[in-house]
């Protein structure tokens, strides 16, 4: 049901400030695009995030939001993409709802590492093409081991994440 005017799923009144909800999905929105993140994004991403269902159709969001169904639509396929939300359509409908999950952060980070594997891979055909020995092979050397480095923490990390994940939140 629409959470964005406060109302709880099943039709009763959440114990919910409308104004701090908004107030609080802007503000998370200025801190992602801060971090780099496009401004509408950002705004539809802490909204799905703040809704305690964690999912909004196009129209919730545009309402909550005031802002365009294209300005929906662009935002949840970025979003898409980052793999911070996916689209699940209503059962019997043809509209879709918007979903963030609780490990979407634990998902864009396994997503970046396929970057960084891309980068390591172009990094060290660049260290021979230039060669090692040369300043500019010694920087993307330098680079490479530091992507190298990242790419080994974080594994250990998602590692160390899913234990503490599950110890304080059950499993997910």
Same mark, same amino acid.
């Given at each position: 049901?629409?959470?964005?005017?406060?109302?709880?799923?099943?039709?009763?009144?959440?114990?919910?400030?409308?104004?701090?909800?908004?107030?609080?999905?802007?503000?998370?929105?200025? *801190?992602?695009?801060?971090?780099?993140?496009?401004?509408?994004?950002?705004?539809?991403? %802490?909204?799905?995030?703040?809704?305690?269902?964690?999912?909004?159709?196009?129209?919730?969001?545009?309402? *909550?939001?005031?802002?365009?169904?294209?300005?929906?639509?662009?935002?949840?396929?970025?979003?898409?993409? *980052?793999?911070?939300?996916?689209?699940?359509?209503?059962?019997?409908?043809?509209?879709?709802?918007?979903?963030?999950?609780?490990? *979407?952060?634990?998902?864009?980070?396994?997503?970046?590492?396929?970057?960084?594997?891309?980068?390591?891979?172009?990094?060290?055909?660049?260290?021979?093409?230039?060669?090692?020995?040369?300043?500019?092979?010694?920087?993307?050397?330098?680079?490479?081991?530091?992507?190298?480095?990242?790419?080994?923490?974080? %594994?250990?990390?998602?590692?160390?994440?899913?234990?503490?994940?599950?110890?304080?939140?059950?499993?997910?």
């Amino acid at each position: 049901m629409a959470e964005p005017n406060g109302a709880a799923p099943g039709g009763g009144r959440a114990a919910r400030d409308a104004e701090a909800v908004s107030k609080f999905v802007e503000s998370f929105a200025a *801190q992602l695009v801060e971090a780099g993140m496009q401004r509408m994004p950002a705004r539809v991403f %802490a909204a799905l995030l703040s809704s305690d269902s964690g999912t909004m159709t196009s129209v919730e969001l545009g309402e *909550q939001l005031r802002i365009s169904p294209a300005a929906v639509s662009g935002a949840v396929r970025y979003l898409a993409q *980052q793999h911070l939300v996916s689209r699940e359509r209503e059962p019997g409908s043809r509209r879709e709802r918007y979903r963030v999950h609780s490990d *979407q952060w634990y998902e864009a980070l396994t997503n970046r590492e396929a970057v960084i594997k891309h980068w390591q891979y172009a990094l060290r055909e660049g260290v021979d093409s230039l060669g090692e020995g040369t300043p500019a092979g010694r920087r993307l050397a330098e680079t490479l081991a530091f992507f190298e480095f990242v790419d080994g923490e974080v %594994a250990l990390m998602m590692d160390r994440w899913r234990v503490h994940r599950e110890r304080h939140f059950g499993a997910g």
